[in-house]
């Protein structure tokens, strides 16, 4: 009995080997995107969108609704290294600007994250980030002076006109 099961155990370990080095040969492995391709899947993502979302701050009172916030992007491109430039709509407080911003994009492997270090957005005051942007969906943390939380939502193309 005992020759039996060895027996069976060497002949499923040679045909999963069989078969392993078969499709291993035929089919090439799924290779990871290069960062150009990242980059590029980035900008086009991000260009002609609107990030449509929430933020908190520590001053949320229980059983209201999240401040909504909206920022569209009509282009986003490199600049050069991490730099980014984001020509962006951004409507807060009752003001609707379109500024070119350029930005900070760092990667934590494939995933993009828009960095901020007490940049100087004029007529809007002084910002520090962290968003991360997975898929059609972004979240992070945000500060404005003494004001700070989090921000998160989806990424949405807008329609072509």
């Given amino acids: 009995m005992k020759r039996m099961s060895a027996c069976l155990l060497s002949a499923l370990a040679i045909a999963f ?4 080095s078969r499709s ?3 089919e090439p492995a799924d290779k990871a995107p290069t960062k150009a391709e990242l980059e590029k899947r980035f900008a086009d993502s991000l260009s002609g969108a609107t990030m449509i979302g929430h933020y908190v701050t520590g001053k949320l009172e229980k059983g209201k609704e999240l401040p909504e916030d909206r920022y569209g992007l009509v282009k986003v491109s490199k600049i050069k ?3 980014w430039l984001f020509n962006a709509r951004i409507q807060v407080e009752g003001q609707d600007l379109t500024l070119p911003i350029p930005l900070t994009v ?3 492997g494939d995933t993009p994250v828009i960095t901020l ?3 100087s957005i004029p007529g809007l005051g002084t910002f520090s980030a962290r ?6 969906n972004y979240a992070g943390t945000w500060s404005h002076g003494e ?3 989090q921000m998160f939502g989806r990424i949405e193309k807008t329609a072509a006109k």
Avoid: N, P, Y
């Avoid at 080997?17 to 392993?20: E, K, L, N, Q």
């Avoid at 968003?131 to 059609?136: D, F, M, Q």
């Fill in 17 to 20: 080997v069989s078969t392993a």
């Fill in 24 to 26: 291993s040969a035929a």
């Fill in 81 to 83: 290294d991490d730099t």
């Fill in 106 to 108: 760092l990667w934590a």
């Fill in 117 to 119: 270090d007490e940049a």
């Fill in 131 to 136: 968003v991360l942007i997975h898929g059609h």
């Fill in 147 to 149: 004001e700070g939380g």
